[in-house]
């Protein structure tokens, strides 16, 4: 089993920056694929950003390109999501997520293991 925490999330003002990590345990390895998803009141869960397990692939959803960016750091088990220029749009639960397999997913379906979420709140 695998064990993913999420941190970094707060209030921000539109404009500003945040810097997510979620940091693996347990039956985490170097191998797996890794996203970022965010899920919004009342909309569905949505992929954001994705990275295969060297991090030299990386994926963004057309609404965050130019402004996230994605990254890993496999010795220490952590992705990170450097979020800039926020809109009150990014506002939404941010939640890490992971999968047995070295390909990145963009759907919720193709993740296997989730972190609890971390709130991120841009003010306009």
């Known amino acids: 089993q695998v064990q993913l925490v999420e941190s970094g999330g707060g209030l921000v003002q539109a404009g500003g920056s945040l810097r997510l990590s979620c940091t693996a345990s347990g039956r985490a390895d170097s191998r797996d694929a890794m996203g970022w998803f965010r899920q919004a009141p009342e909309k569905e869960r949505e992929f954001v950003a994705g990275i295969n397990w060297s991090g030299s692939n990386t994926y963004y959803a057309d609404s965050v390109k130019g402004r996230f960016t994605i990254s890993r750091d496999n010795a220490k088990k952590t992705v990170f999501l450097q979020m800039n220029n926020l809109k009150p749009e990014d506002t939404a639960v941010y939640y890490c997520?992971?999968?047995?397999?070295?390909?990145?997913?963009?759907?919720?379906?193709?993740?296997?293991?989730w972190g609890k979420g971390t709130q991120v709140t841009v003010s306009s």
């Open positions: 997520a992971g999968r047995w397999g070295q390909q990145v997913r963009t759907t919720t379906g193709g993740m296997d293991f």
